[in-house]
């Protein structure tokens, strides 16, 4: 079994989970509404070494709903992937797992750190964090069921600040079998407030003999060369940080071995929204829901040039997916 970093490994390293190798220890976040197939790609493309599905009920695959199976549409050529499932019934989250094991699926990730009201009310996603006790069986239950995969579990800090379970919680995932577990430096009652707590995703990392992956707040390489150095983790997840700027996987390379950051040029730019505005229209069908998720990419990918702010308000008030990607067309092209 793999040990947490020690301080004498390099800061960037290849992983390996049961045979199977991940390129280096930077990979990205799940993310309900973002990532799916087209950005999962761009994300590989840039460096990420491994890429998790929007989280998906394991209920919801049990039941063959549409919706979900969906959600868990994969192309080889963005394996690694791993796909997030969420729920607390211990039979429907290794049914799931076996379902998706039995169609080729190598890495399966369970969700402990989702916030929202919907899956809270139902005691999963981070609810989970309260209950170290129901977290055993839950693991135990998808490790049989995926007995030659790599099986993770993506946690919080735990529910508030008085109840700070994830080095418990990470515990008790290794005991079960869990092969890495990556921890949010937040509770659930901060959402997205302040800032991730390195002290604190240290404390997971010093838990447990596992790998750990810290996630929070890194937007720039920097953040992730200072997260790895104070949390001692064996690898960096990145979100939000990843949107606009999925450069950032080859700018932390770049930085990490001492070179200057490659910032992407405006020519760039201009090239990967076009490819990534192409891929989404050809992915989705509805133009509709194309339309709504594609803005939050041009946004994101728009942070930092002149004018940007102008360009969201007029995107954003628009619905008519051929005005926005004409108009996307223009403002980058400008900018190029
Ligand atoms: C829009 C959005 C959707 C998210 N969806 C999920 C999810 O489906 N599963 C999950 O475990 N975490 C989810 N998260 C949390 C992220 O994986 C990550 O833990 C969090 O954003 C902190 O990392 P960051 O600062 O790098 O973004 C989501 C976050 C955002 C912003």
């Given at each position: 079994m793999e040990q947490s970093t020690p301080k004498s490994q390099p800061l960037l390293r290849p992983l390996e989970f049961r045979g199977h190798r991940l390129e280096r220890n930077l990979i990205l976040a799940p993310m309900a509404g973002v990532t799916n197939l087209p950005f999962r790609l761009i994300a590989r493309e840039a460096g990420a070494a491994l890429v998790f599905t929007e989280t998906v009920s394991a209920k919801g695959l049990v039941n063959g709903g549409p919706k979900s199976w969906r959600l868990v549409d994969?192309?080889?050529?963005?394996?690694p992937i791993a796909y997030q499932l969420f729920g607390r019934d211990i039979d429907a989250l290794a049914e799931a797992t076996k379902q998706l094991v039995d169609r080729g699926a190598v890495f399966i990730d369970l969700n402990l750190g989702c916030p929202v009201k919907k899956f809270i009310r139902n005691g999963a996603g981070s609810a989970l964090m309260k209950e170290p006790e129901q977290v055993a069986p839950i693991v135990s239950a998808m490790r049989r069921a995926i007995p030659n995969g790599v099986l993770s579990v993506k946690m919080r800090l735990g529910w508030n600040l008085e109840q700070i379970t994830a080095p418990e919680v990470a515990r008790v995932s290794e005991a079960e079998g869990a092969d890495f577990v990556s921890v949010h430096g937040r509770t659930r009652s901060q959402f997205y407030s302040g800032h991730a707590d390195h002290k604190r995703i240290r404390e997971v990392v010093e838990a447990v003999r596992i790998p750990v992956f810290a996630n929070g707040d890194?937007?720039?390489a920097q953040h992730a060369i200072d997260m790895l150095n104070d949390t001692g983790a064996a690898g960096v997840m990145i979100g939000?940080?990843?949107?606009?700027?999925?450069w950032i996987f080859s700018q932390i390379v770049e930085l990490a071995e001492g070179r200057p950051i490659p910032r992407p040029s405006p020519d760039e730019r201009l090239a990967l929204v076009h490819r990534h505005v192409d891929s989404m229209i050809r992915y989705f069908d509805d133009p509709r829901s194309t339309v709504h998720m594609l803005k939050k990419y041009l946004c994101a990918y728009s942070t930092g040039i002149p004018g940007a702010s102008d360009f969201r308000d007029r995107i954003n008030r628009s619905t008519d997916l051929e005005w926005v990607v004409d108009h996307a067309d223009e403002f980058f092209r400008s900018a190029a």
């Open positions: 994969s192309s080889p050529q963005e394996a890194i937007t720039e939000r940080g990843a949107m606009g700027n999925p």
